[in-house]
């Protein structure tokens, strides 16, 4: 198998071909949760790339709120195609990126996740307050063209869905090249040790930097489609920082182990999300608190875990099925 | 790997398919009017505006489905079929409530949305409304963007409470009325989102209108939402020269500054207008200050709380034996936007001689004059979708025999006095010196 | 600027501060000894606000003097300080310590949300009152203006509890012994130092400051759901300012924050808004680490 064809790979297209499948037998509303989970999955690669290196951000929400709120001032402006939307999305919050990593680089660790935080905490100051920013009702986002063309009222979310989807497959196919070239791979080891990186001649700081960008650009392709599928953006539901917070949920949910997984973390924490708040509208928090914390507890290495705790258990089986034969064999 | 992902996929997503199934053919089977109801059942709005306008729905929905409500609404159900409201919470954000009220629309089928507290969540969820050819009749938020700005040409969008500007104008019109000689100046202090700025604005230009030789400060005030702590901003209040301060708080933040400023006697010094300030004075009893004006956006809630109308004694009657209080303004501003859809669903029926389509009961609604709680009401304003009514204001008063706050000295504005013409826009009327006023 | 002016600022920016600091103090003391930012904070306020606003109401249901009140804030903060203390330090926190520091933030997130709706579930969506203290207390006037004497008790209340800390961390025993696990942990350990139960300690005090900050407050404000929320992004800002962990950093950053606010307020109302945020931008792109940072040792 080729380096850059493999598993992962083909996993991907095959969940992309089977998305577009999908795609014609879904209701609208869980066309809706899909194109959601896509949206926040996106976010949760970029927080994944991060996690390889043993940083996490508390405050993504800053860049996922960049790329939504580029979508609706670029609207604001005239501009009103997805395909652009999604290129100035990206670029404000990978600039964004760009800038904040001089200073983020340096940290790590806590200290990391929480000047994140501080960062997105400012931004939603900044939008909460400023009344050419929308303040706190935001700005509705209209139906977008793609590439010129307005679909018919009927097939605007299904083509919404299918770029969605294929914004998100190459975002993970991106992602998932990048971690296994050895810039991504090197970065891993900053995680066990940084001076030893550095005596081998790399810069972990430039490295962290490139990560930090590559995040901040995946986040942006979140909110763009969340600002797109949503058609409303304000800084409580995109910037305030329990939606940092969900982002982490979701990471930790699905695990760092694949970048595929992070799109099945994102789909059950819509459905939790969907059914707690459908079925206990009181107590939804509860519900979701409750099921984060069981996560940690006992899934501390994500649902992705559940798949390799399965394989580890088939394959001592195998291995005790081996070694009953042999022993059989011996006896014979 | 391939498989494991697109597999499990796959399979939540059967799981999902499956139980959609399900409840789409429950839905069928049954005959009821299936309503969604959003209002704050969690955060700091829950107490002051969701819950009571909650305590309203399950009194107005009970009395509807049972016939119990006077004539003209003393059949039961929407046009016959009984009414199920599926109330759920307003928390969380306009964007939150998109993917809500899409939920509540694709996946549990509801025929009508009737609600609203937050501008924001209208704000937000309007456009949607339209795209998802939703009746939808949104019933306390005030801000005039929905059918000025983002929604010139409604048909599914209706709403049934006066702009935030009728509130405002109404205000500056009791005060000119009323304290010609007393006011020297005005100022304000506002939550520093779209409610609070739209507000002071509307007041602003109002007074500029009405009381041209009166001055408005320079240094308003907009503390941060539930920020709940007041003491720097009571300072400058006190210290202002200005002697009339205008707030449109609600909720929680109102009663913690009521708390404060009346430790620190910024009542005695001071001429006050609340907007909004009927939410808490039944909460608060005597510790409410009395000589403030207080506005309830129409005539609900304290305004009416004597009010003999037939349908009005028996929502009052009804709520203080449910819930042991007397309704204030969301509880009524509620139930009226479920009167004003029992009032279409049945005219649609009766002209369509079978249970309507939401088509039919729109143009029923469109423009229609029907009866609410005292007297009757107009769809008057954007096309027939936005309500008019009077607006009311008065003095806060306690009353001792009653043992609770009641008001003097009231005014009734008609709704053209407060309202601006069919096709003018707020900001405009406003800034135009409010010509065409029928007072 | 006349001097009257300068005076009221003064006044209500050390209330203000005073605010800041009770709010943010158990966040950064908990963060400094076992370095998790602990978002259950918020909940611990609300906790605090709603057990004192309840209790203050039975007992004026009572008809027992209100001067009872200040008893049962203290009461209340050091019933919820060991109550909830123990059950998030040992019933959570203590599985994590081992895990990478960012699991424990998001589990103390998870905690959050669920105690949130236990408030809700215990006390419902009624908010409650218990301004008795605050009118007990009556008001004084200065410079002109009336200030209520419950507020300006905030400002004693804030330099006894930051100067409680100081000594206890600095002349005692327990302090001591807490500067050692804070500088490394493993090594206190391997001296023979109980680390667990000065986590279990520190996470109580911790736990009651927040309470505290929630019950002092609760006679001023309107005891109602979300008031956790809110609560911890301001002490969060604080804490950023004065430096992750610091004691004295809160209340350098509090005062600071409280100051300019006021004058802001009194001054240019319409940049209020601004000012903490303003204030936390220049912080962090000019000293990161806050204005009183702890020195790190790099571990190699």
Known sequence: ?332 | MTSAISTSTVRLVGVAVAGALALSAGAALAQTVKIGTPTFLTGAAAPAFGIPAKNGVELIVRGINNGELPAPYNTKGFAGRQVEALIYDEAGGGTKQVTEMRNKVQKDNVDAIIGIISSGTCAATTALSEELKVLTIQTVCGTTRVFEELNKDPKYVFRTINTATANNVSAARYIAAKMKGKVKGITGINQNYAWGQDSWRDFRLAMATLMPDVTATKKPQFPKIFSGQYGTEISALSRAKENLVHSSFWGGDLEAFIGQSSARGLFKRKLFVLTVGETVAYRLGKKFPQGIMVGTRGPYGMYVANDPSPINAWFQKEYRKAYGEPPSQPSYQYAQGYLAGKFAYDDAAKKAGKFPTTEQVIASLTGATFPSFVGNVTMGLSKGHQIVTDDRWGVTVWDDKKGEMVLEDVVIFPPGCVNPPNGVKSADWLKGGMKGAKC | ?300
């Open chain 3, 1 to 300: 600027m006349d001097f009257e002016l300068l005076l009221v600022i003064l006044v209500d920016g050390l209330v203000y501060s005073s605010y800041l600091f009770l709010v943010a103090v158990g966040l950064t003391v908990i963060f400094g000894v076992q370095k998790v930012l602990n978002v259950t904070h918020g909940a611990f306020y609300a906790f605090g606000a709603y057990l004192t606003a309840y209790l203050i109401g039975l007992w004026a249901k009572g008809g027992l003097p209100d001067a009872g009140g200040f008893f049962l804030i203290f009461i209340s903060a050091a019933i919820l300080g060991v109550v909830l203390g123990v059950i998030i330090e040992r019933g959570l926190l203590r599985f994590l310590y081992d895990r990478d520091e960012h699991i424990a933030v998001l589990a103390t997130f998870a905690a959050f949300l669920v105690l949130e709706d236990v408030i809700l579930l215990i006390w419902g969506t009624d908010p409650y009152l218990a301004f008795q203290p605050m009118s007990l207390l009556g008001s004084s006037e200065i410079a002109g203006l009336v200030f209520d004497n419950y507020s300006l008790t905030m400002i004693v209340l804030t330099f006894v509890v930051a100067f409680v800390l100081w000594y206890g961390l600095n002349r005692t025993q327990f302090g001591k012994i807490l500067l050692a696990v804070i500088f490394d942990r493993e090594v206190s350990m391997a001296m023979g130092i109980n680390v667990t139960k000065v986590f279990l300690i520190t996470f109580i005090i911790g736990t009651f400051l927040g309470a505290l900050g929630g019950a002092y407050h609760a006679p001023i404000i309107s005891v109602q759901p979300g008031i956790g929320v809110e609560v911890i992004v301001l002490a969060f800002a604080v804490v950023v300012i004065g430096g992750m962990g610091s004691i004295p950093g809160a209340l350098i950053g509090a005062i600071v924050v409280g100051i300019s606010r006021a004058a802001a307020v009194h001054l240019f109302p319409e940049v209020e808004l601004f000012v903490i945020y303003g204030i936390m931008a220049l912080v962090l792109i000019f000293r990161p680490e806050g204005l009183f940072a702890p020195i790190k040792a790099r571990k190699i």
């Open chain 1, 1 to 332: 198998m080729n380096r850059l064809f493999d598993k992962t790979f083909w996993g991907l297209t095959i969940g992309l071909v089977g998305l577009l499948a999908l795609n014609f037998f879904l209701e609208e509303w869980m066309r809706s949760i899909g194109l959601q989970s896509l949206s926040r999955g996106c976010v949760a690669i970029g927080l994944l790339i991060l996690w390889r290196t043993g940083l996490v951000s508390f405050g993504h929400a800053l860049f996922f709120g960049f790329g939504a709120y580029t979508v609706a001032m670029m609207q604001i402006l005239g501009v009103n195609d997805l395909f652009v939307l999604l290129i100035c999305g990206m670029a404000t919050a990978g600039f964004l990126a760009f800038f904040l990593g001089f200073l983020l680089r340096k940290y790590r660790a806590i200290f990391f996740a929480l000047l994140n935080m501080a960062f997105s905490m400012i931004l939603y100051g900044v939008l909460a307050k400023a009344e050419w920013l929308g303040s706190t009702d935001g700005f509705g986002v209209k139906q977008v063209s793609f590439i010129g063309m307005t679909p018919a009222d009927d097939m605007y979310r299904p083509l919404l869905f299918v770029c969605a989807a294929f914004f998100a497959y190459i975002s993970a196919v991106g992602a998932h090249w990048y971690l296994k070239s050895t810039l991504g791979m090197m970065t891993m080891a900053v995680r066990e040790n940084e001076i030893r990186v550095e005596y081998l001649g790399y810069s972990a700081e430039k490295a962290i930097h490139v990560k930090y960008v590559l995040s901040g650009l995946l986040a942006g392709v979140g909110g763009v489609i969340m600002a797109v599928t949503v058609g409303h953006v304000d800084p409580d539901s995109m910037v305030y920082w329990p939606v940092s917070g969900d982002f982490v949920f979701i990471t930790i949910l699905a695990g760092t182990g694949n970048v595929g997984a992070t799109f099945i973390g994102a789909l059950v924490y819509e459905l939790l999300r969907t059914y707690a708040f459908e079925f206990a509208p009181h107590l939804w928090q509860l519900i979701l608190g409750g099921s984060l914390l069981l996560i940690i507890m006992f899934l501390p290495d994500g649902l992705w875990s559940i798949r390799s705790e399965l394989r580890n258990r088939r394959e001592l089986r195998q291995a005790k099925r081996d070694s009953d034969n042999r022993a059989a064999e011996v006896r014979r």
